[in-house]
């Protein structure tokens, strides 16, 4: 099946239509995600459908979670997922891209610049210390995240840079119960609370996901979130 039939296909299963010309760019993107590869180890999933359902239509789970004009970071966003095809499907959204690889970030300028991608960033930082930068602690109405950590990790790169009154959405994979009794501490601790969890199938497939949103309900501690790494070694 040619590229184009493929992801309107698919997209369409999951209820996105998509113009000519964002099939145009998901073409450009898939192409220079696989020529950039080959340089720099970016993704280990190369075939073209797999590309279509893993990357471009996983991404797009949530669109229909996210408001025009809305201001995201997408933390840990690797070759640029969910972060770039939320933007070329919702091109009236701010996105922050976030990584802590310059070699991705340098990517993801590449990508912005040809793709033609208006108020997208690539930034090249750690979290744990963007999350102390006032520039960008809590000033995102939407926090994303894909394939970064456990919940109780996730919750204190995400929350510190969460709007009070914002949203993380957490694209995790199936079998979470465990990651959520985990996750309780860290929540309290820094002013999140699970609003719900979403749980779905990507098309054609088997592949299982569950959206995790996590709402942040108070302003988070000065102390959170601690030095590079100690969220990882020392979960709260």
Not at 141 to 164: F, G
Not at 187 to 205: A, C, R, T, V, Y
Not at 228 to 236: D, E
């Amino acid at each position: 099946m040619e590229f184009k039939e493929n992801i309107i296909n698919k997209m369409r299963k999951i209820g996105i239509e998509l113009t000519d010309e964002q099939v145009k760019k998901f073409y450009e993107y898939e192409k220079e995600l696989l020529e950039w590869n080959e340089k720099i180890n970016l993704t280990n999933i190369v075939e073209e459908n797999e590309i279509i359902l893993k990357h471009f239509v996983d991404s797009a789970t949530i669109v229909k979670h996210i408001e025009n004009g809305k201001k995201i970071a997408d933390i840990g966003t690797g070759a640029g997922f969910p972060g770039i095809p939320l933007k070329i499907i919702k091109n009236d959204i701010e996105v922050f891209l976030i990584d802590s690889l310059n070699k991705r970030i340098i990517f993801l300028e590449n990508i912005i610049k040809n793709l033609g991608l208006n108020n997208t960033k690539a930034i090249h930082a750690r979290v744990e210390e963007i999350g102390h930068d006032e520039k960008f602690r809590q000033q995102f109405d939407i926090v994303t995240s894909r394939a970064v950590a456990k919940l109780n990790v996730l919750a204190e790169y995400m929350l510190p840079l969460t709007k009070v009154g914002g949203s993380c959405i957490c694209l995790k994979g199936p079998n979470i119960e465990e990651e959520i009794e985990e996750s309780k501490n860290a929540l309290n601790k820094l002013g999140g609370k699970i609003e719900k969890i979403e749980n779905l199938k990507l098309p054609d497939s088997d592949y299982e996901r569950n959206l995790v949103f996590i709402k942040c309900i108070r302003k988070v501690e000065n102390k959170y979130p601690r030095k590079a790494g100690t969220p990882t070694s020392l979960p709260l």
